[in-house]
């Protein structure tokens, strides 16, 4: 048997500029009969909006029929104006309810006749008014590796708790907050000198990368359901 060569510990296990695992990383991105038709919910900023989007001009053979946010004068709103998408408010604070809202989202996801929806930032529970209605049609960003960290505040729980490894998941919606079956992931780790903007921004930019792909996934499930 060979002698193990000296050198090969002295090499790091991971280099720093190692930025995320991305799985499932393989195949192509799928080109449908008809492009899907996606609608988009977004409640702040809308950098995941806005990546979805560009991804809609590339390699993502769908188009954003509607955003729809909860915030008036949102960041997502903007760059919505920006882009010449259809943007739609739903105030959440002119609702008397969860499902009222849900509700409202629904009839303009109907109207827009869109086959999936993404919650691209969404800060608000949904309920099963709006799950039932695109059941396995609903997709999620969370900024944690799922099952870890669920709910608020993930990229501060992580550094809270110690991890090396966090990252980003794009999953199905379901009716429990953040448990519906992943569809992708990113592990993005966690340097010495992080804070939770530098955390913050790392993860971001791996979640501009699964969305669109989890979506361009999924999508040809929904294309084969018809
Ligand atoms: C993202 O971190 C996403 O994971 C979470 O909300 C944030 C939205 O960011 N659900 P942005 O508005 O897309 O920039």
């Not at 009222?100 to 109207?111: G, K, N, P």
Request: net charge negative; glycine share 8%.
């Amino acid at each position: 048997m060979p002698a193990l060569s000296n050198t090969s510990h002295r090499k790091p296990m991971v280099g720093q500029d190692l930025d995320a695992l991305v799985t499932p990383a393989q195949g192509d991105w799928p080109r449908y009969t008809t492009p899907l038709r996606l609608g988009v919910m977004a409640s702040g900023s809308g950098s995941n909006f806005e990546a979805l989007f560009a991804a809609t001009q590339q390699h993502l053979d769908a188009t954003i029929e509607v955003l729809v946010v909860n915030n008036p004068g949102c960041g997502a709103q903007l760059r919505a104006e920006r882009l010449g998408v259809d943007c739609i408010v739903h105030d959440h604070r002119q609702y008397t309810n969860r499902e009222d809202l849900d509700s409202a989202l629904v009839s303009t996801f109907e109207a827009a006749q869109v086959e999936g929806v993404v919650m691209a930032g969404w800060m608000r529970i949904v309920t099963p008014v709006l799950i039932g209605a695109y059941q396995g049609r609903l997709i999620n960003i969370h900024p944690s590796l799922l099952p870890s960290f669920r709910g608020l505040d993930a990229v501060g729980q992580a550094l809270k708790a110690g991890v090396r490894l966090t990252g980003c998941t794009a999953h199905i919606v379901t009716a429990e907050v953040d448990t519906g079956p992943v569809i992708a992931q990113a592990a993005v780790p966690v340097m010495d000198n992080d804070d939770h903007q530098s955390l913050s921004e790392r993860i971001h930019r791996q979640e501009h990368r699964i969305l669109p792909w989890a979506v361009a996934l999924k999508g040809r499930d929904w294309k084969a359901q018809g």
